[in-house]
């Protein structure tokens, strides 16, 4: 059983940054090198979309068109902890961010609590 726990939201002008941090509680202790943990975020009215993933054995990264140049994802082992660093955000990023993780990709297993991030001047 994974628990995800995330952290770093917050009220951010355009153009500003904001880190995510999410940290997997493991019932054996371990995160197995296939696991894969990513992020989602739902905008206001609109529908959960695929943000961020990273696989935890390679390390391969895959993103979103939307982020693809201002977004990324990185992960700590020793903390199973998975980042992800927002820069250059726009108001169109505002939403609840969800840290999540599996075994498929993208992944969908697991899901955190959410964190709120609004991008408003």
């Known amino acids: 059983q994974v628990q995800l726990a995330e952290s770093g939201g917050g009220s951010v002008q355009p153009g500003g940054s904001v880190r995510l941090s999410c940290t997997a509680s493991v019932g054996g202790g371990r995160i197995y090198s296939s696991y894969i943990m990513g992020w989602f975020r739902q905008p206001p009215g609109q529908e959960r979309e695929f943000v961020a993933a990273?696989?935890?054995?390679?390390?391969?990264?895959s993103y979103a068109d939307s982020v693809k140049g201002r977004f990324t994802i990185s992960k700590e082992s020793s903390k199973k902890t998975v980042y992800l660093q927002m820069d250059r955000l726009q108001a169109e990023d505002t939403g609840v961010y969800y840290c999540t993780g599996g075994s498929t990709w993208p992944p969908q297993q697991n899901w955190g609590q959410g964190t709120q991030v609004i991008v408003s001047s």
């Open positions: 990273i696989r935890w054995g390679s390390g391969g990264t």
